[in-house]
């Protein structure tokens, strides 16, 4: 199995409502990165979790709350949104290692976000 | 700030003619540099990657540059295949906390026609 697996799709959600995006992967990968994407602008990373614990929070406002329950599951808590707030979000895995390994991320098909 | 660069939004180019796709970065920390592609609906693919010790990287049709004194780097698409038309996007890794933190640039359509 060499796929990141997103769900849902897309996204319709209220400001007050709460909701989860998950990503599920099964390479082995022993880290998991979420990603947000805005219409013609790059990915901007949100977090990294490297061996299921968050190495790195890109200073996302805590609305956005992500979880790994273990090392093939990555989920992202939504809660409170706005508007702003839609947008592509992509799960990405790769190897964790002592040496570098630029073979790339494996990313997800992303969710489509919309928030009203 | 945008480290990573890509300048062209779009490209279009005949079946069969080169393809030429560029970006410039300006952290001289990069160490590697990457290239995706990214068909409407999907995630984006890995498709080649360069390391900042080389200058060049070849795979099948596709060859990247890289000009380190410039900062610049250029994907080299030939013969190009409509199957191409996609949106590519240029990214620059440095190493940062335990792994490889990408940055990526905002993308170049490339749009290959008969």
């Known amino acids: 199995d060499t796929e990141v697996t997103q769900t849902p799709k897309h996204l319709v959600m209220g400001m007050t409502n709460k909701k989860s995006l998950k990503c599920e992967q099964h390479m082995g990968h022993r880290a998991m990165y979420w990603y947000k994407q805005k219409a013609k602008k790059p990915p901007e990373l949100m977090f990294v979790?490297?061996?299921?614990?968050?190495?790195i929070n890109e200073s996302v406002p805590s609305r956005f709350s992500p979880e790994c329950p273990n090392s093939s599951l990555l989920n992202l808590h939504l809660h409170a949104l706005q508007p702003e707030d839609s947008a592509l979000y992509l799960c990405?895995?790769?190897?964790?290692?002592?040496?570098?390994?630029?073979?790339?991320?494996?990313f997800g098909s992303g969710t489509r976000l919309t928030v009203v | 700030d945008q480290q990573v660069k890509q300048n062209s939004p779009s490209l279009s180019v005949q079946e069969g003619r080169i393809s030429i796709l560029n970006c410039d970065y300006t952290?001289?920390?990069?160490?590697?540099f990457l290239w995706y592609k990214k068909y409407p609906a999907e995630g984006p693919t890995f498709l080649i990657s360069?390391?900042?010790?080389?200058d060049k990287n070849e795979d099948g049709r596709f060859t990247v540059f890289l000009n380190k004194s410039a900062k610049h780097l250029s994907l080299h698409i030939v013969p190009s295949q409509p199957g191409d038309s996609a949106v590519y996007f240029c990214?620059?890794?440095?190493?940062?906390?335990?792994?490889?933190?990408?940055?990526f640039g905002a993308g170049t359509r490339l749009a290959v026609h008969p």
């Open positions: 360069i390391s900042s010790i080389k």
């Open positions: 990405a895995s790769s190897q964790v290692g002592g040496f570098r390994v630029p073979s790339g991320y494996t």
């Open positions: 990214a620059a890794s440095a190493w940062s906390g335990g792994y490889n933190k990408l940055i």
């Open positions: 979790y490297s061996y299921e614990k968050l190495s």
């Open positions: 952290n001289s920390m990069f160490d590697y």
